[in-house]
C-alpha cells in the first residue's frame, strides 16, 4: 500500500530511500551480475530484463557503485557471446533478406543464469540491446572503466542493431509488435552512437553503426513527430511516457530544442497528474495507473532543461509512491486511466510488482542528477522544495 507521504516528508527522505533502494539492489543482484526484475512478482521472478537491467546498472554506476554495474554488463556480456553463433546467424539472414520471425530473435529477458527461459513471453524487444550499450559506455565514461573486455560483445549487439533496427518489435511496455516505436529508436540509436564513441567498434562496422543512427534520427524526424513532439510510435500522433529518456538520459534528443521542449509539453499535458505520469492513454495494465520510473525519466528530461525545480517534484511524487517498508512499486492507483480493469490484473497477477528494483533505480539515478554529490556515503541537501498538494 503506497503510504500518505507529502512530497515534502518525501524529498527529505529521499537520501535515505535512495540508500534503501541501493541496499536493495545491492542485495538481490545474482551472484552471476543478473538484477532481478521484481523478486516476488508472479510474472516476473526469475526474469532479468536487458532493459531493466540496464538502467539499473546506470542508476547504481551514478550513485557510486561501480562493481555492481560492472557485474551486471559482464552478465549481459555473457549472455550475448554464448549465443554468438545464433547472432551471426540473424545477423545474415537479415542481410541476405531473409529476416528471421521475431520468436528467432533475441529473447528480452532471460534467467540468471543466462538461459533464454521456458515461460512464454512477449520477447521481440530491440530496445535493451541498445540500452545495455548505451550504460554500459556511460558507465566507463564515468568511472574510467577500461573497456576492451566488452568488446565482442558489444559487436554482436552493434551487427544485431544495425541489420535489424527498423522492424517492428514489441515497446518498453512489452505491447504492440506491429509498430515501430520512437523510445525503442532511440534507445538504439544511443547505443550504437556510445559503441563508436567509445571505440567499442571499428572500420565497417563502426560506419554501419553511425550510417543506422543517422537513418533512425531521419526516420523519426520524418514519420516520429507530430505536432512538433515525439511520437508514440512511427506514423502516429499519440504520446508516451517513455519518451521522456530520448531527451534524458538516453540524449538522443537535444534537450534545449523545440522538439524536446514540446515534447516534454505534451507529456506533462496529456499523461502527468500531479508528479504521477502514466504510460500512455489508452493503458489498461492494472487499470492503467502512474509509473515512478516515468516521473523519473520525466524529471531527468526537466533537468538537462534547465527546469530543476520540477524535476524534483517529479522525483518527490515518485518517493512519495514507497511503501512504508521503503519498496517502490512498479505503479500505484489513485488516478487510473481505465479502473475497470484493475481487477483483472489483480487476479491474474497478483498485486501490482513491489519492489520493482528499476523504479528504486530510477530514483537514485534523478536523486544523483539533482545532487550529483549523493553516494551512498553522503545526504540530499541541495534540493529545492516541494510542492504542496
Ligand atoms: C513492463 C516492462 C518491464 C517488465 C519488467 C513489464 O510489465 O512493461 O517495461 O521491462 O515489466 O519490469
Redesign the pocket.
Same mark, same amino acid.
Given at each position: 500500500m503506497p503510504t500518505t507521504f507529502t512530497p515534502q516528508t518525501a524529498l527529505a527522505g529521499i537520501a535515505d530511500l535512495a540508500a534503501s533502494g541501493h541496499r536493495l539492489i545491492a542485495a538481490l543482484q545474482t551472484p552471476e551480475g543478473a538484477y532481478p !526484475?521484481?523478486p516476488t512478482f508472479s510474472a516476473?521472478a526469475g526474469y532479468c $530484463?536487458f532493459?531493466?537491467g540496464s538502467f539499473i546498472a546506470d542508476g547504481v554506476s551514478s550513485y557510486g557503485d561501480e562493481a555492481s554495474a560492472t557485474a551486471f554488463f559482464d552478465w549481459c556480456a555473457r549472455v550475448l557471446t554464448a549465443r554468438a553463433d545464433h547472432i551471426h546467424w540473424i545477423v545474415n539472414e537479415t542481410r541476405a533478406g531473409r529476416p528471421p520471425a521475431g520468436e528467432h530473435m533475441l529473447p !528480452?529477458r532471460f534467467t540468471y543464469d543466462g538461459q533464454d527461459g521456458t515461460d512464454e513471453w512477449w520477447d521481440f524487444q530491440l530496445d535493451g540491446y541498445g540500452t545495455w550499450l548505451w550504460a554500459l559506455v556511460a558507465h566507463a565514461e564515468r568511472h574510467g572503466v577500461d573497456l576492451s573486455g566488452w568488446r565482442e560483445a558489444a559487436e554482436l549487439t552493434v551487427d544485431y542493431l544495425t541489420s535489424s533496427w527498423d522492424r517492428p518489435c514489441y515497446d518498453? $511496455? #512489452?505491447e504492440h509488435s506491429e509498430s515501430v516505436h520512437v523510445s525503442t529508436l532511440a534507445c538504439v540509436s544511443a547505443g550504437l552512437d556510445a559503441a563508436v564513441r567509445a571505440g567499442l567498434v571499428s572500420g565497417t562496422r563502426a560506419e554501419e553503426a553511425t550510417a543506422a543512427s543517422r537513418a533512425i534520427r531521419e526516420v523519426v524526424a520524418e514519420r516520429g513527430v507530430r505536432d512538433g513532439h515525439l511520437t508514440k510510435w512511427l506514423g502516429v500522433a499519440t504520446v508516451d511516457g517513455s519518451l521522456a529518456a530520448a531527451i534524458a538520459p538516453l540524449g538522443m534528443l537535444d534537450a534545449r530544442s523545440a522538439l524536446a521542449a514540446a515534447t516534454i509539453d505534451a507529456l506533462e499535458r496529456q499523461l502527468t497528474v500531479d508528479g504521477g505520469v502514466h504510460r500512455y492513454l489508452g493503458d489498461t495494465?492494472y487499470g492503467g495507473g502512474r509509473w515512478p520510473i516515468l516521473s523519473c525519466f520525466l524529471g531527468l528530461a526537466h533537468a538537462a532543461a534547465g527546469e530543476r525545480e520540477r524535476a524534483a517534484e517529479l522525483l518527490a511524487w515518485a518517493a512519495s509512491t514507497a511503501t512504508a517498508d521503503l519498496d517502490l512499486p #512498479?505503479q500505484v492507483d489513485g488516478h487510473l486511466i481505465a479502473p475497470g480493469m484493475r481487477q483483472e490484473w489483480l487476479d491474474r497477477w497478483g498485486a501490482v !510488482?513491489t519492489p520493482?528494483l $528499476?523504479s528504486h533505480a530510477m530514483l537514485i539515478r534523478l536523486a544523483v542528477e539533482l545532487d550529483p554529490t549523493l553516494t551512498s556515503l553522503t545526504s540530499l541537501t541541495s534540493l529545492p522544495e516541494g510542492p504542496t498538494r
Open positions: !526484475a521484481s516476473y $530484463w532493459r531493466d !528480452a518498453w $511496455w #512489452e495494465f #512498479e !510488482a520493482l $528499476w
